[in-house]
DNA sequence: GGTGGGATTAGCT
DNA sequence: GCTAATCCCACCA
């Protein structure tokens, strides 16, 4: 089952927990792409100073304020990529930071020119380039093919782990990034 | 109209 | 560990 838009109208640190576990799936006219996301990270608002929604609505971060259950999809030191997941509360988004290869893996490599399966998808510019996911995916609805989460068994709340978030400069001492323990995926760092 | 920094990555040392 | 690649956009003037 696809993850209805309600699933993504809970809290931002909820959502961010629940997504855990679940698929992405992106259909391309190549075959079919997907894998289990292992690593995601809350962006918040207004109080968040590492979110690109800190100063408020621009003409960069609008689908952060936009409807629960889409893409916001930007671009970031010249060549990368990072997908987000619009939460209900305004503003708020979050991050995914890695998956695990499930589906369509031989495309991912050819994608990434990589053979590595553990390198595939384990950074969130690196899905980006698996899935073949751009800027014209920004402000995509989830809940419809060919780009949407599909619905998995729920994890124990003792597989999840927690730490500070990667790779910002602000905003350090949040405890807002989330991870399946145990799991080769993640990015480790 | 100019400028500086950025939710990164691969490849080299 | 260090650094180049590379560009959009917010911000200030």
Same mark, same amino acid.
């Given at each position: !089952? $696809?993850?209805?838009? /309600?699933?993504?109208?809970? &809290? ?16 391309? @006219? ?10 995601? %990270? ?5 109080? &968040?100073?590492?979110?690109? @929604?800190?100063?408020? !609505? ?5 689908? !952060? ?5 889409? #893409? ?6 010249? !060549? ?15 991050? $995914? ?5 499930? $589906?369509?893996? %031989? ?26 996911? &751009? ?7 989830? #809940? ?11 994890? &124990? %709340? ?9 790779? $910002?400069?602000?905003?350090? /001492? ?7 323990? /145990?799991? /080769? ?5």
């Amino acid at each position: !089952m $696809i993850l209805p838009q /309600d699933f993504y109208k809970e &809290d931002t640190k909820i959502v961010a927990h629940h997504l855990l576990g679940k698929l992405l799936v992106h259909e391309t @006219s190549q075959g079919t792409l997907a894998g289990k996301i292992v690593e995601t %990270e809350a962006y918040l608002y207004p109080n &968040d100073p590492a979110s690109h @929604s800190f100063r408020g !609505m621009t003409k960069r971060n609008e689908a !952060m304020f936009g409807p629960a259950g889409h #893409t916001y999809i930007y671009f970031t030191y010249g !060549m990368h990529h990072c997908l987000n997941i619009v939460t209900g509360a305004k503003g708020e988004a979050v991050l $995914i930071r890695a998956l695990e290869p499930m $589906i369509g893996v %031989e495309l991912m490599k050819q994608n990434r020119r990589m053979t590595k399966i553990k390198t595939l998808c384990n950074g969130p510019s690196k899905l980006m380039q698996s899935l073949v996911l &751009d800027k014209s995916h920004n402000q995509v609805d989830l #809940t419809k093919v060919p780009l949407y989460i599909m619905d998995q068994p729920s994890l &124990d %709340e003792s597989q999840i782990g927690t730490s500070f978030r990667i790779g $910002i400069s602000k905003g350090k /001492d949040l405890p807002l990034r989330y991870f399946i323990r /145990d799991n /080769d995926f993640v990015s480790v760092r």
